[in-house]
Nanobody, 124 residues
Framework: QVQLVESGGGVVQAGGSLRLSCAAS????????MGWFRQAPGKEREYVAA????????YYVDSVKGRFTISRDNAKNTVYLQMNSLKAEDTASYYC?????????????????WGQGTQVTVSS
């Protein structure tokens, strides 16, 4: 079992930056693939990024490539999402998720544990 708590959301102007954090507790953090998802009002929750257990491999949805960076610090049991050049369409609740498997996936159903989410609002 692992518990996930996101932080770092807020209101930012278009073109600005935010860094989200997700602190994990419970079983060994380094044994989980970690992902970030987001959900805008009236839309399905969608995959944003994922990172391998060691942090050596990262994966992004096309819409955030070159703007968002996922990273992790296994010593601090924390995964981050650095978001730059934010756009109004990035407005959503952002969720981190943990996957107890070796390989990453972008499928929401492939993740075993979820945080409660943090709201990101980008004003244009």
């Amino acid at each position: 079992q692992v518990q996930l708590v996101e932080s770092g959301g807020g209101v930012v102007q278009a073109g600005g930056s935010l860094r989200l954090s997700c602190a994990a507790s419970g079983r060994t953090f380094g044994s989980y693939v970690m992902g970030w998802f987001r959900q805008a009002p009236g839309k399905e929750r969608e995959y944003v990024a994922a990172i391998s257990r060691s942090g050596g491999n990262t994966y992004y949805v096309d819409s955030v490539k070159g703007r968002f960076t996922i990273s992790r610090d296994n010593a601090k049991n924390t995964v981050y999402l650095q978001m730059n050049s934010l756009k109004a369409e990035d407005t959503a609740s952002y969720y981190c998720a943990a996957r107890d498997r070796t390989l990453y996936t972008l499928a929401r159903s492939g993740y075993d544990y979820w945080g409660q989410g943090t709201q990101v609002t980008v004003s244009s």
